[in-house]
């Protein structure tokens, strides 16, 4: 049976898109090395529209309002700006009531597209760009560790990682944060109260690495203007044993936490980055997004019992195995890193790698 | 041996959900249509994969392994038609459930007329509205134009105006959509489907066409004010939705070609399969059929003289289910759990499991909680289709269910549910049927697969049902009567064709069971007492008694009462759910 691969590794090629949301311009070049605060592609997008009834502000109909107005789609417009003016010796004006972007003219109206703001599409990751994909963005190819996580706020950024875990069981809490950590990445454990998202922003951090949080937090935690990344999911879970061996061993370094959603379509979830020189003696070796369930994958377990926890598969059971819960599944015999050998449903697994 | 009145073509059916696909063989045997095998795969349609067709080539290779049959050639694509050799079918039917919860944006003039009706059709498919503009909207249109661009809907929907009624108002909202669907960048057009009055369908080809992904034209939902007729607007939407779910996710193009088009929404399927059965055998009862999956909980009900399909993804058990907190406490879903569950153990539940929607309950533990969640969505979505049941169903009590007979069920839940008592007490605690009804599992979910095949082949779903390949669990009795707990409200005999009998007393508050094996009848006599309604009016019941038949679990008297209410006293509750179990061999 196929596995889904879920990524934590040491040391790997990793090939990433970035595509702004709407169509723009690509500042990126081929070939150039991007740091990741680097912005690739940029796109305006209007806040909000407006629709300018020209034909009945002049008196006239549809057809004799789209000679009279001046402008066409493209034009940029100050606030003010003549958009079109009637006949005769009281002629009525139009004026563009805002600055902005003239959308569309037509039917003796004119739509405006006003508050413009701009989306800056950053590369995410230290690497070199190896494709560009005209008016979206980019693909960057970079080299170094890789931790995927399971929730993200939406948000990216980058920083040197600081360790406050002790233990993969650890509980952060907003005591164990200071003006110190300011833009640092926060290697946190579970988190369980508000204050501690609070004063993560207090402090300015660039980016929580948490194991799990609590559900009820999530609302304020889409909120934070920095990333977090959930390795685990929701309540008390412990960070599984290879994420934290690999980000804790890695502190210090500089890490991009991008903490984009999970969209399980297109295949993006959140991931830390962590940048690493090209080894002379050793090509990172590529990412495999599949791979078929064998005694001696490496698998996480996904649902209980023993959920979050690493171990390797031993064999593969036969036909289908009746579980404690009553139902039949394919399963594997597992042993899992604290010695406990159990039987799991391959489809509660995900492969390590 | 019967005499064949088909030409033997096989039909292979595929149905891809969001977590499983399932390939299901049909085929002639001794002159008549049987459901042969079924093989399952891992649904495809999400990375790392991003292409159904792989799930659905991994389904066939499983029943191909099963049947010990080739069904694809070396390079993995189905052999069609059949070969001299035995290898491949004639043909294939697909239906699709997988996909992302398609966004949709209603369009219509009256809140209660074509914006209800709009909604009713809207509901008939995998959809989730999120942005409704009516003719009583305030908004200025640049307000509905960014309203509509924030919502970025998949889908517009635009019902309103009787045919040959006024055009102008309609004529007015079409100029929000147009001048959204132009701003939007080309891959998140829209797909259009108007479904107004008729006499501006071609203006709105004309206005709309460029902008649209898609413009699909269908039949008014509401000719006249005094009428609505969904059915052909269902039918253009369940199209629409084949081709919006091509346009986002790759290999749907592929089970187009093979099946020669005949790709349904599953919803769709099965409630084209419900309407044909409500025609061909119902009575004065309704026939139901619900099923909760990982994508949605569908309810589909036949009446005589009309039907109802309502698709709630809100509902589905997959990565929309921390959204089922929106509309139940926690202490309402665990008031469901035979074990003593923390508040915060289900909030922890709710939100892993939609992170991991395709993985199962390996525990006990994890099974109550599995069950609980699926009772409260099954029942929330019963009292939310129960809305557009036609007003003159029979019911023992206005505020009840109608009578069914039929219940079908499937789903992921269902299959989920270890035991046929498991998932019977799920359905009798969820939907809460009153009256005397058949409860039919259908382990296979073969019933929307048969409402797809029944469009090349209309004999197949008839011979197929008929055959015994769905689980009867067994005829429930439910009487609906006031009393108090333990009091007795029922005395059952129950006559086996040979003539032996067996006997039963129900009270209240309790479920008892009369043995009744799948295929056997009998003639059951009800002694109802204290007023207990089972659908022949109070305290009655046809005096030669009525024919019942048997099932997984024989004849079930469920006397706890309709509506169900459970003891408030959570170790009471709960001692009595495990009885309530234990009872139905599910414990």
Known sequence: M????????????????????????????????????DVIAEASRGREHLLLNVAQALGVSPAAADRLIKCKAGDRLAANAEIAVGSGLFARRVLAPREGRVVLTGEGQVLMSVGETKIELRAGLSGTVIELIPNRGAVIQAVGALAQGVWGNGRIDTGAMVNLMEQPDSVLDAGRLDVSMRGMVILGGIVKDAETLKAAAEVAVRGLILSSLYPSLLPLAREMRYPIVLTEGFGPMPMNSAAYKLLSTNAKREVTVNAENRDRYSGSCPEVIIPLPVSAERQPPALRDVETFAPGIQVRMRRPPSAGMIGSITALKPGLTAFPSGLRAPAAEVKLENGETVIAPLINLEVIG | MATSLIDGNSVLAVDVGAANTRAVLFDVVEGE????????????????????????????????DILGRSLLDNSR??????????????????????????????VGLLAEVSLESGRRLVESTYARIVETIGLNDRRKTEQQIDALLRAQPDLIVITGGTDGGAARSIQKLLEPIGLASFIMPAEKMPAILFA???????????????????????????????????EPASRELARMVVEVRKRQMQGVDTLQ?????????????????????????????GILSVDLGTSAAIIAAGFKHTSTLNVYPQFGLGENLPALLNYASLEEILRWSPLDISEGALRDYLYQKSLYPASIAATQEDLALSQAVARQALYLAMQFAQRDFPRQARRIKPSLLPLFEPILAGGGALSDASRPGHGLLLLLDALQPAGVTTVILDQNNLLPLLGAAAEQNNILPIQVLESGAFLSAGTVIAPVVSASFGVPILRAVLTYENGTEARADLKYGTIETLPLSSGETGRLKLQLLHGADVGFGAGRFPKGGIQVTGGALGLVFDGRGRPLELPSDPVRRRELIKKWLWTLGGG
Request: aromatic fraction near 6%.
């Open chain 1, 2 to 37: 196929q596995a889904p691969v879920h990524h934590i590794v040491g040391y790997a090629s990793i090939v990433r898109q970035r595509l702004l949301p709407i169509p723009g311009a690509v500042l990126a070049r081929l070939n150039q090395k991007v740091n990741p605060n």
């Open chain 2, 33 to 64: 249509y049987r459901f042969v095998a079924s093989g399952s795969a891992p649904s495809t349609a999400q990375a790392p994969f991003k292409d159904v067709s792989e799930g659905v080539r991994n389904a066939i290779a499983h029943l191909q």
């Open chain 2, 77 to 106: 694509d189905l052999i069609l038609p059949s070969q001299a050799d035995g290898s491949g079918v004639d043909g294939l039917a697909v239906t699709l459930s997988a996909g992302p919860t398609i966004k949709a944006a209603l």
């Open chain 2, 196 to 230: 107004g009055n008729a006499k501006l369908a071609e203006e709105v080809k004309s206005l709309l066409g460029g902008f649209a992904s898609l413009l699909h034209i269908s039949p008014n939902v509401r000719p006249s004010l005094e009428t609505e007729d969904i």
């Open chain 2, 257 to 285: 070609a093979w099946s020669g088009g005949h790709t349904f929404p599953t919803a769709y399927a099965a409630g084209r399969m419900v309407r044909f059965l409500s025609k061909v055998y119902s009575a004065d009862k």
